[in-house]
């Protein structure tokens, strides 16, 4: 019963977190802080992320050579896509950028299936045909309308979903050789190493807010990112994945979207509405199949396992 209360209260948290931090992500810029300067904080905050993460694990760090490279994969891919979130925020709101966002699993099975010669099967074809008609649907601007969002916004979204999407692929090998909190650990080097890049990026010969509603609100919300997926790190290691992966896929998404829409005030194209719905639904699907897929992975490790022990 602990075990179960345990989970359920990691995904809670998660799904909060990562709720709330996907809607508040871009007010820091509109108060005058760079996205590049949000990205440094945000690297930042997974430092103490990552230290409580090792002393859960009594300090023991898997620092051979697969693991760092997985490990710093995971984490550059992550680290990428996070950085150009920043600028995506800038010309598309968070409630049509988050549920196409919300998608990441169709990139991470269709990588499986491609290279793994894994079978994502009927649930995961389905998920994956809803996403095509979801961006299709979030895409669309309506005409004469003065809208002047265009389709930019799209190109740069593909990008943190196509990265986090490999980052989920990563992961599936890293998970079988590494203690999560190594993963986590790595994941927090590798943000870190790009902060160089994000203050060259950084144009500091335009005004810049240092104040409270700065620097220090970015803070605020990105901490909620970093312990958000700390939580689900331990979430999937106390719940079963077939449980957890859909629930987290398509809860934040749906908390972000609440919030967005009661921060902006607006209600949405009908067209942009039955595209975020879909997209919700897709990601729903898209965690079910690849729970599924990983569920058979574990069954298929625990057989060679035990062929090699009756050897």
């Known amino acids: 019963m602990q075990k179960t209360r345990t989970w359920i209260g990691f995904v809670i948290i998660h799904v909060i977190f990562m709720g709330v931090w996907g809607a508040l992500i871009e007010l820091p810029e509109k108060n005058g802080f760079p996205a590049t300067l949000g990205y440094v904080v945000w690297a930042l905050t997974m430092i103490p992320a990552a ?17 760092i490279l997985y490990g710093c994969l995971s984490g550059f891919l992550g680290a990428v896509g996070q950085l150009v979130l ?24 269709l990588l499986a299936v491609l290279f793994l010669k894994e079978s994502t099967g009927i649930v995961g074809w389905i998920g994956i045909g809803i996403a095509v008609l979801a961006i299709l649907l979030l895409s669309y601007v309506p005409a004469g309308n003065g809208n002047t969002l265009g389709y930019l916004w799209i190109v740069m979204t593909i990008i943190p979903l196509v990265a986090w999407g490999t980052q989920g692929f990563v992961m599936r090998f890293a998970n079988d050789k590494m203690k999560a909190e190594s993963i986590f650990f790595y994941m927090m080097i590798s943000s870190v190493a790009l902060i160089p890049i994000a203050l060259w990026m950084t144009d500091f010969s335009k005004p810049i807010n240092y104040g409270l509603n700065g620097p220090y609100l970015a803070a605020g919300i990105q901490i ?88």
Request: charged letters at 15%; aromatic letters at 8%.
């Open 86 to 109: 920043f600028f995506t925020l800038k010309i598309a709101p968070a409630y049509i950028v988050f549920p196409i966002l919300s998608l990441t699993p169709v990139v991470t099975i």
């Open 51 to 67: 230290i409580i993460a090792l002393s859960i694990n009594k300090w023991k760090l898997d620092h051979d050579r697969n693991s």
């Open 224 to 311: 909620l990112n970093a312990f958000g997926a700390l939580c689900l790190v331990y979430a999937f290691r106390y719940g079963k994945a077939i449980i957890v992966a859909p629930m987290t896929t398509a809860l934040s998404p749906v908390l972000t979207v609440v919030i967005s829409l009661i921060i902006y005030a607006v209600i949405p194209h009908p067209l942009i509405i039955a595209g975020i719905v879909l997209a919700i639904v897709s990601a729903l699907l898209m965690g079910i199949a690849e729970s599924k897929m990983e569920r058979k992975n574990n069954i298929k490790v625990a057989e060679r396992t035990l062929l090699n022990q009756v050897k």
